[in-house]
């Protein structure tokens, strides 16, 4: 099987997968509790009759499940997540923002950790269960076991509350609504210092698994015969571990990278919650507690379309990178 | 028979074998240890703290609200604080047969014999089955004798060690009065500093009549009592009754002044009145408790942290339990039924690996919330073991998939073994050391599920675990409070720790390959 085929047989799996997702999606929040028209007439001031039915056929929620379902599939394919009941705004734009706030927390910090942990690792590898290996194998997996939340919670606690160099939440300090900033220096500054806790909270979060998964790899690589060969030709131990050992281990770190990308995901869900910071997470628990169901949707839908893109790429990198592999 | 007992002896043999293995890896031994430290804790928890880690309606509150640690004063950057005094033992004179015996100072203020005290045991305030006692002070004047104005003092004397001052007291005292039109009695509750000015007069009332039920001081003897304070002082916010009146070192006096208001109205008759006493305290609520302070409603924090134990422990590994067997019943159908079967069991755990778990998790609790109520532990460790078998059965399934193809597969086809026993007998056996890995391996993962969905507020009000003591902090200005927050992250983390530990340790033991990587 060419290259070709094998991209066109994952372009087919994501698409089964987007459709599963959506169909998931469908049933799970008609399952949900509490009646959404209810809900809606409670925010009306009156609750007559009339503006029951209206909102009944605002939402389409007299159809029958099959119809309900068919146009729910295409809209959701369109991008059409409909109107959030809670704001009454079209949903995709607000999508918008919360997913680029939600990226410019997650990327950097994770950009960071896999380059931090595959360095790391592979000097770990250099001196097996020499001291920097334990100690970092001991740090990641400590790193890996402390619960995210409580990170959030120590590193607000320490440079927030009681050092106070950087702000304890939010993306933008509320007082930018009646005095915006007024240079751009002070606009990206401000910003950055509300990132900085978050980054580190997340770059935590990941690193120890990045580090412990390179040294895996490594060490699956070193015992290989071609290293042998390439130590016995002489080879600088730097070109060895480098250009022999890290460029054929790095095939399992992409994927896992892909894989994990849920993960930090779900990751930065929680830390959101911790800083108060509007991107997806955060908007998921209100919509939870307000029951915004449609504004729930487009959330679930986006989060796992931006999951399959991730393995969709990895699996592409995967193919292009590796000759060996199998496609299929 | 002798062939089993050979099986037997084999399998012992194996086991201690394993055993010795295992006793050589450093790291899972330090996983063991750190895991026989929980389970202790978590066994032994009602023996370590005697405190309740959650609310019981109805029960007194054991300390004030956001206490700080005990040895909070002992560190550079502590400051004074107080802890609880509780100078009445015995409040309910269960056990006291004599006035000495309880520390209660008696006094009257005349000559007069007309006062005594005695202990009853016929009589006493009804509040559970206990025997009833009480104290009883008689005032028995006989016709000969002139009417005298007799005041008794019930009092405590008792010493406040602390230089800062408590943030409450409470304190009771029940009293039954028989009296009559000739001899009013008057009651009134009293703290006071021993020689000194500061005299605090809770509560005064005079009697009549008989009574026939118990009567407690109304407003109760409560210093955060907004309504007392307002009748005394105004409404001012600021105004603690407990710090001005505790305010420094020294012996302080909580008692009944009790007046026998004989007059000369009823001489030359017997005049006879009788106050009971029961249920008399006064406790006060120091600013630190524990070794680890208190929370919001003023629970012992220490007492939440033993306790949690228990909860990770149940959660973790009845959900591990639960994860790894449905991921073991998907992989090895998908994997030996293979085709249409593992087509669409394969496509379905797709699915659940490409949803990111957290926002599953959150409103599938949600839903799991609505059906019983509130959210259930119960709830949680089934969602856990329903979502976290996915990873675990496709390694499930390519491991089969690897082993059905065997020449031993074959051979047992060939004899004409069935497609169950097959399974069970010659790839469940050959899988089982995967199991033993994601047994120990997925109990993290429950366990820090568990936490961070206790502490986005998904927790169940009757149970006190580490991730609900970080959501309560959270939720108050508890997050200064680094004694309350630092130790459940760390608990939360060391019990993960142990378990991955101890799954990598079971990894190297079980696969030779791995071992002399390390």
Redesign the interface.
């Known amino acids: 099987m060419g290259l070709r085929t094998y991209i066109l047989k994952r372009i087919f ?1 994501s698409i ?2 987007v459709y ?2 959506i169909t ?1 999606n469908f049933f ?2 008609t ?4 009646d959404p028209v209810l809900i809606l007439a409670s925010q009306m001031p009156r609750r007559e009759p009339e503006v029951i039915q209206t909102i009944i056929e605002t939402f389409g929620l007299d159809q029958p499940l099959h119809i309900r379902y068919g146009k729910y599939v295409i809209s959701m394919l369109t991008g059409q997540f409909g109107v959030s009941y809670e704001t009454k705004k079209p949903i995709i734009g607000e999508v918008g923002l919360r997913l680029q706030n939600t990226l410019v927390l997650v990327l950097p910090p994770e950009i960071l950790a896999t380059i931090v942990g595959l360095i790391l690792g592979v000097i770990a590898v250099r001196k ?2 020499g001291l920097f290996d334990s100690a970092s194998v001991i740090t990641s ?2 790193a ?8 959030a ?2 590193l ?2 320490v440079f927030s ?1 009681n050092l106070n160099w950087f702000p304890a939440g939010h993306s933008i300090p509320d007082y930018w609504r009646y005095i915006p900033p007024q240079t751009i220096w002070e606009d990206w500054g401000t910003r950055l210092r509300h990132l900085i806790l978050p980054w580190i909270t997340l770059f935590l979060l990941s690193y120890g698994g990045h580090l412990l998964l390179a040294r895996a790899t490594m ?1 699956e690589c070193i ?1 290989e015969d071609y290293v042998v060969t390439a130590r016995a030709k002489g080879l600088k131990e730097r070109t060895v571990l480098f250009k022999h050992t890290l460029k054929n281990a790095s095939l399992p770190i992409i994927t896992s990278i892909a ?1 994990t990308f ?2 930090t ?3 930065a ?2 830390t959101e ?2 800083f108060t910071y509007p991107g997806l ?1 955060w908007w ?2 209100d919509s ?1 507690v307000n029951r915004d169901y449609p504004a ?1 949707q487009a ?2 839908y986006v ?2 379309i931006c ?2 893109i991730a ?1 969709f790429m990895a699996d592409l990198l995967y193919g292009v990178i590796d000759p060996r592999v199998k496609y299929g | 028979m002798s062939t089993r007992k050979a099986k037997i002896s084999f399998e012992i043999k194996r086991f201690k074998n394993f055993m010795s293995i295992f006793a050589h890896n450093r790291r899972g031994m330090i996983g063991v240890a750190i895991l026989v430290f929980f389970i202790t804790i978590a066994v032994a928890a009602p023996l370590i703290t005697p405190y309740s880690p959650v609310y019981i309606p109805g029960e007194p509150p054991i300390a004030f609200q956001h206490g700080k640690p005990i040895w909070y004063k002992y560190l550079p950057v502590g400051e004074e604080t107080s802890e609880n005094v509780e100078p009445m033992q015995d409040p309910h004179f269960r056990t006291a047969t004599s006035l000495e015996e309880t520390g209660l100072e008696f006094t009257i203020n005349s000559i007069s014999e007309s006062v005594s005290l005695q202990f009853t045991s016929t009589i006493g305030r009804e509040t559970e089955e206990r025997e009833k006692r009480c104290i009883a002070i008689v005032f028995n004047r006989t016709n000969d004798e002139d009417p005298p104005e007799v005041t008794a003092n019930l009092t405590k004397v008792f010493y406040y060690p602390y230089k800062a001052p408590p943030n409450r007291f409470l304190g009771q005292a029940a009293v039954l009065v028989k009296a009559s039109e000739n001899v009013p009695v008057t009651i009134n509750v009293v703290i006071e500093k021993v020689g000194g000015e500061r005299k605090l007069e809770w509560w005064s009332q005079t009697f009549k009549s008989s009574e026939t039920t118990w009567i407690t001081p109304e407003p109760s003897i409560d210093s955060t009592n907004r309504r007392w304070i307002t009748q005394k002082f105004g409404p001012d916010w600021q105004i603690n009754p407990a710090k001005t009146m505790f305010s420094e070192q020294g012996n302080y006096r909580y008692g009944l002044e009790i007046t026998f208001n004989d007059t000369l109205r009823s001489e030359g008759q017997n005049v006879e009145a009788t106050v009971y006493v029961d249920d008399f305290y006064i406790r006060l609520f120091g600013s630190s408790f524990g070794l680890l302070g208190t929370d919001k409603e003023g629970l012992d924090v220490f007492s939440q942290l033993v306790y949690g134990a228990r909860i990770s422990l149940i959660v973790g590994l009845l959900s591990a339990f639960l994860s790894t067997v449905i991921g073991l019943l998907i992989g090895l159908t998908a994997g030996y039924i293979g085709k249409f079967v593992d087509e669409i069991l394969m ?2 755990t ?2 659940l ?7 599953l998790y ?3 609790m ?2 799991s ?3 019983t109520g509130h959210p259930s532990i119960w709830n949680l460790i089934l969602l856990i073991a329903l979502i976290g078998w996915t990873g675990f059965a496709r390694m499930v399934r390519s491991s089969v998939l690897s082993l059905r193809e065997r020449p031993f597969i074959e051979a047992a086809k060939a004899v004409g073994a069935g497609r169950f026993r097959i399974i069970m007998r010659h790839i469940l056996p050959n899988v089982m050391n995967l199991v033993y890995v994601t047994l120990a391996t997925s109990v ?1 993962y429950a366990i ?1 599920s568990e ?2 969905l206790s ?2 507020g998904l927790y169940d009000p009757y149970v006190m675990t580490w ?1 609900r003591m ?1 959501h309560d ?2 939720g108050s200005e508890g ?2 409070m ?1 004694w309350w ?2 130790p ?2 760390l608990c ?3 019990i ?2 142990s378990f ?2 101890l799954g990598y340790a079971l990894d190297e033991v079980l696969n030779p390959k791995l071992r002399k ?2």
């Open positions: 799996y089964i997968l599963f997702v998931l799970i929040f399952m949900m509790p509490g097996r269960g997996l400590i890996y076991s402390l619960p995210v939340f409580w990170i919670m120590i607000i606690l509350i060490l015992t894989i849920g993960f995901l779900g990751g869900i929680i919650q911790v997470g998921i628990w939870i729930l959330i679930f989060i796992a999951v399959i393995n | 496509r379905f797709d699915l690996l490409v949803i990111p778990d957290t926002p959150i409103v599938l949600a839903i919330t609505e059906l993290p820090t936490a961070w502490w986005l991730g970080l902090a959270q997050i200064r680094w927050i630092v459940p992250g939360i983390a060391a993960s720790l991955i530990l990587r390390y």
